[in-house]
């Protein structure tokens, strides 16, 4: 088809149907994100869990992930990111089922949050392959930030669908809900997929000569490697800030003498969580007019900058800590989609699945360095009630973007129009 010709509206229709498809199954398959975060009290008391074994719990869903993500991920440079993403819903069957039916202590509960996150790691960046590897160039890269706003969506409403479900079905139905969930994802997928094939210009010849866990060349591709590391420092950045926003935000409140928070504190931090989402689209969108590499890089700064000033604004009023917290957020969210979109932007022919596996495992490393560095600096500043101990945290999580910014230099000054 000519530049100049009109789409035809079958191939409008297809589209349409397969980023819708695929959108509505990522946030299905986030549905099993948050049960056991939104029951951890009940069922600690429940089965008298001690603090570690339900923090490990808790790691199990991330432990799986990590697991699973090199194999899962990487083999979508061989076979269809269809049957992946399949088997990674069935997973998520299990996972949600099983610790609905048989969980019963902390090693049935490990177990079957451990398939969860194995569940994760086969569909979302399986999804993302899915949508990628049948649109036209262009279209990929600008689909990759709704795709990701996603995640954040569906993990949101799991904290919403898991109390909703456990106040009507007792603690096992928010289980039954994630696993519902995961069906739901597989059967959208292969709706919003039917007759629309992989795009022709996918070559899968470099995949077929290297064996799937051989990550070799993506770490030889410099500008793969600095959009990988430039996400582990975001990552920390983003999962640092949104562990530690409900504790700073019953600090702040606190502080200042007012009285019990009731449900102010989660309402807040479920509203700052929300709304920054949509800065990762309009970030990405400017990355299609400009240099990408740049436009993090500017970001990023700006993203550190206004975290160290977060705690200074909030010693104000609640009011004020809540602002800058939502323009922290946003800052934070803002170079997302474009990292994402950079990194399927430089993976070379044949190793875009690779590309996506190392830069997923290495986001989950800095994802779970970031609240842990958080806690550290507050453990060291003198606990969660000291003001000293929050400026620490906050210049922690803010040294995220500092990596961000650090890595992302090393990525080539190239076009994003043209990517």
Request: with cysteine; net charge positive; glycine share 12%.
């Amino acid at each position: 088809m000519s530049p100049g010709a009109p789409l035809r509206p079958d191939l409008v229709d297809r589209t349409a149907r397969l980023v819708a498809g695929t959108l509505a199954a990522e946030v299905c398959a986030m549905a099993g994100y948050a049960p056991f975060a939104s029951l951890l009290v009940e069922l600690s008391r429940l089965w008298r869990l001690d603090p570690a074994h339900a923090g490990w719990i808790s790691s199990a869903y991330l432990i799986g992930y990590a697991l699973a993500v090199p194999m899962l991920v990487g083999m979508t440079d061989r076979v269809d990111a269809r049957a992946i993403y399949v088997a990674g819903s069935a997973l998520g069957v299990i996972g949600g089922a099983g610790f609905a039916w048989f969980a019963h202590g902390f090693f049935s509960a490990f177990i079957f949050r451990a398939i969860a996150g194995m569940a994760l790691a086969g569909t979302y960046m399986p999804g993302l392959r899915i949508l990628t590897e049948r649109l036209a160039p262009r279209a990929r890269i600008r689909s990759v930030p709704y795709y990701t706003a996603m995640f954040g969506v569906g993990a949101s409403l799991s904290f919403w669908i898991s109390g909703w479900a456990a106040q009507r079905c007792g603690w096992s139905g928010a289980f039954w809900a994630g696993a519902i969930g995961s069906a739901a994802a597989g059967a959208l997928v292969l709706l919003g997929t039917v007759a629309i094939p992989r795009a022709p210009d996918l070559d899968g010849a470099p995949a077929a000569a290297r064996h799937p866990l051989d990550f070799r060349p993506v770490l030889r591709n410099r500008a793969a490697l600095a959009y990988v590391l430039a996400y582990g420092g975001h990552s920390l950045e983003l999962f640092g800030f949104r562990a530690w926003l409900p504790a700073y935000l019953l600090f702040a409140w606190t502080r200042l003498g007012n009285g019990p928070p009731g449900s102010r504190i989660t309402d807040w931090a479920m509203v700052i969580t929300v709304t920054s989402l949509p800065a990762s689209i309009i970030g990405a969108e400017v990355a299609m007019r400009r240099s990408r590499s740049r436009l993090i890089r500017l970001v990023a700064g700006a993203s550190a900058l206004i975290g160290l000033c977060t705690v200074v604004v909030g010693r104000l009023s609640f009011a004020a800590a809540v602002t800058a917290l939502f323009a922290y957020a946003a800052a934070i969210s803002a170079d997302s989609g474009a990292l994402t979109a950079g990194a399927v932007a430089v993976a070379r022919p044949g190793e875009q699945g690779a590309t996506l596996a190392v830069y997923s495992l290495v986001g989950f490393v800095g994802g779970a360095l970031g609240p842990l560095g958080a806690g550290v600096a507050l453990g060291l500043g003198g606990g969660l009630s000291a003001l000293t101990a929050w400026y620490l945290a906050f210049a922690a999580v803010a040294g995220g973007s500092i990596v961000a910014a650090v890595a992302i230099s090393f990525a080539p000054l190239t076009s994003s129009v043209s990517a």
